[in-house]
């Protein structure tokens, strides 16, 4: 249909424009199938309001069709798409992510789970090597699988690719469970020959083979202390007496009251590196980041950063050495704030990787999940324990990693450089009190304060530069700045 009568300098006055608008209505009419009210596409409205016909018409008049809406898929006409140099290369790079390398990731696999391996020496993956994380009948399993045909005769996918795949789109495309088990029945309905798995259960179980696993340690349920290391065997703890158990049971099985859920560090860092192309990009801030002294466009960029590289050399010198941040903060999971419930994850971030994609989910490691009905508040750094203890290790000692971009080991070491959390949660990370006098961590002692004691409530003072440039050495006083943060979270 033609168009150009959309760009009519006078429309009003264009016999043109008419002709073009009716011919447009009629076209929606019969695409709005009997409905009298079709999407407004005038400059105003912009396809988001849906109107009367004589109304759109009327619109289109007074304000104008929007320029930019070229093609009418909202009206009838068929969405095209153009290819373009650069769609083609999205296009493979996307499809270059799915192409079958089991093998080679297996081998990966097995070569970068054995940690006897000496430092920096070159390594050639064999069935000699018996990793101490994944036994060698898993890996025959896997192996087993990712060299069996899909079907007979298919040469695209065997079995294990297939499986990680349709996982894959499970969790890009937020698949149910019950969904993704129906999907699996009609596959084995139309393909009988098809080695696949009878329910996501089976699915999962080669996740599990690849080496993910998650710890459970049960908590005291009044945030005393976790039931772990020396503890271990408590069935109470002495000092508060609350039982560690349920009262009810199932079967001849007790239930713990609280169970924290931690997810090791050292084996998640270590996957980072089993990537080719994730591993080189963990080089990414050392080797191809462009200095910009004017600008931060990374947290490379950072006095923070450049300080610490200053102040330890050594870690600084292997750019696979790897900086995390921590966030955490509580959410309530049921959507439902009738019914309080604060889960709070404890999240780290990588940020070795370039700035456009150290930021995105796939990457964020989740290292703690701590349940609870309410906040653990002040108590969180009884929970942070295994967390703290595992940054201890990869600072001080290290873990043997296999970088498949180098095809050799190094020994990986961590550092937590920063948090990242709202103010009431960094009172609780860093044993800061961000209520009462000192409420201000960067003022300290010399925060502008009064007590209202009718009203039992610190209050903080508007501090303005200008009128009082004497006070706090001649800089800007950020007491504002904390009195904004608690206001906001006081009317939340």
Known sequence: MDKSWMTEPNRLRSLAYAVGVNNFLEMAQNHARGSDRIRCPCRICCNNLFLPLFTVESHLFINEIDLNYTEWIFHGEEETRNFNVDDEEVAVSDENEFIDDMDNMLDDILAGTNVDVPQSSTLLPSRDLVPKALPVSSFDELLEDARCPLFGGCTKFSKLSFIVKLLHIKTLGGWSIKSFDMLLNLLKSAFLDAELPLSYEDARSLERGLGFKYNKIHACP?????YWKEYSELNSYPICKASRWMSTTIGTRVIPQKVLRHFPLKLRLQRLFLSTKIAAEMRWHKEKRVTDENNIRHPADSKSWK???EAHSWFANDARNVRLGLASDGFNPF???????????????????????????????????????KSPGNDIDVYLKPLLDELLELWEHGVPTYDSSTKETFMLHVTLLWTINDFLAYGN?????????????????????????????????DIGVSSRKTTFGGRKSCCLMVMKIIAFHQDC
């Open 222 to 226: 009044n945030d005393c202390i976790l």
């Open 307 to 309: 300080a610490f590289d």
């Open 335 to 373: 959507n439902n704030m009738a019914k309080p419930y604060s889960i709070w994850p404890v999240i780290l971030v990588p940020y070795n990787l370039p700035s456009w994609l150290c930021m995105k989910d796939q990457f964020f490691i989740t290292s703690l999940i701590i349940p609870s009905p």
């Open 429 to 461: 990370l860093s044993d800061w009190s961000t209520k009462g006098k000192f409420i201000c961590p960067c003022c300290n002692a010399n925060t502008d304060c009064n007590w209202l004691s009718m009203a039992r409530n610190t209050v903080i003072w």
